[in-house]
């Protein structure tokens, strides 16, 4: 290991336990050690894989899955933050809404689904809104709690060169909010993506959810661990493009973070 160059060996350290772990699965099946039907073979999912991605059927499944995801947690996220920023800039807002907000994020999303089916009928609206209601709550206390931990010296020294309510929105709370504000897109990201794949799984014409179901009942195995290993692959992908785009976006974070 003291050989290889410091990227290599990152990668190295970073998959050999993954790669011990598919070598022994894969041993362990060819040896009749597991169920093929339980525990099918990593070569067998592989080739079910291949099947699916020159058939087309997984890139169709898994964009469902991000469009959707993406979607509705556009909404929520950018509902969140505004209300956030602006419960944490008012008083008078935070007391009239903050109770509400607080009980949203603490109501399990999946049960209003059956509320929302009812209402909006089986549709995608009804799909959208737990993750909507998902990226908000989680956006808008992560706002909240930003904006609360402002430095009041920022606030002031804006006020004194007569700053309003809006330019301090713009220029002191959204700038020093940014670090909390990724933290909290890569919270939501995850908790939406968990939403997405349960909304699926309870009912879409579409999805890696509904393929899970499917391959679930069929017992088509290997599709099932495809569309779970496909799931995992999205959320990792997408929580790398949230922290790639925060060092874009807010570097002095990471500057201040090496500070310290």
């Known amino acids: 290991m003291r050989t290889l160059s410091p990227p290599l ?10 790669a011990f772990m598919l070598a022994g699965w894969e041993s362990f099946s060819a040896l009749g050690w597991l ?17 699916m991605i020159q058939s087309g059927e997984w890139m169709e499944q898994s964009l469902s899955t991000l469009h959707r995801m993406s979607s509705g947690a556009a909404l929520g996220v950018l509902a969140g933050i505004a209300c956030g920023l602006v419960m944490g800039a008012s008083k008078p807002v935070r007391s009239a809404f903050e109770p509400l907000v607080s009980a949203l994020n603490s109501t399990p999303k999946l049960a209003v689904m059956p509320l929302l089916l009812l209402v909006l009928g089986v549709g995608e609206t009804a799909r959208l809104v737990p993750i909507m209601l ?4 989680t956006l808008a206390m992560q706002a909240l709690d930003a904006v609360s931990s402002v430095n009041p010296a920022y606030v ?16 002191v709370y959204l700038p020093a909010s940014l670090p909390q ?7 939501a990201a995850g908790r939406c993506l968990v939403i997405t794949i349960s909304v699926e799984l309870l ?4 999805g890696l959810g509904r393929m899970i179901w499917l391959s679930w009942q069929t017992l088509a195995t290997e599709k099932l661990y495809i569309g779970i290993f496909t799931t995992t692959l999205l959320g990792v992908a997408v929580h790398r493009s949230l922290t790639y785009l925060e060092r874009k976006a807010a570097p002095w974070a990471a500057a201040t973070a090496v500070g310290t």
């Open 35 to 51: 169920s093929p039907l339980f525990f099918p073979a990593p070569s067998r999912i592989f080739l079910a894989a291949v099947k």
């Open 134 to 137: 998902t990226g908000f709550v």
């Open 156 to 171: 002031e020294t804006a006020r004194n060169y007569g700053a309003r309510r809006l330019d301090l929105l713009r220029w």
């Open 203 to 206: 009912g879409s014409p579409d």
């Open 181 to 187: 504000l990724f933290t909290g897109l890569r919270l």
């Open 9 to 18: 060996r990152n990668l190295v350290s970073a998959w050999w336990f993954p």
